[in-house]
């Protein structure tokens, strides 16, 4: 299955791009999703152990199965004041 990944802040930064799209096997989760992005994209591995990943607008762990259609967004580390 094919995943469009959203990317945003300093994530979008680093990869030049606002979208990924990553190809994963069907029952993939969140964790396998992580490892391809750091394969594929180097300039985010160090940027990813701080991030989560919202599914269809929903914030998820790392075990969570991803199914093909899934709007998938990783989200940073925000601070304000």
Not at 56 to 80: C, F, K, P, T, Y
Request: proline share 5%; net charge negative; hydrophobic share 45%.
């Amino acid at each position: 299955m094919l995943c469009n990944v959203k990317l945003f802040g300093p994530m979008r930064e680093a990869a030049g791009r606002p979208c990924l799209t990553i190809e994963l096997s069907e029952g993939a989760d969140c964790a396998t999703l992580r490892g391809q992005i750091a394969n594929r994209e180097p300039r985010l591995v160090a940027l990813l152990p701080a991030t989560r990943f919202a599914v269809n607008q929903r914030l998820v762990e790392e075990g969570h199965q991803l199914a093909d259609g899934d709007e998938i967004a990783l989200i940073g580390m925000v601070s304000g004041g």
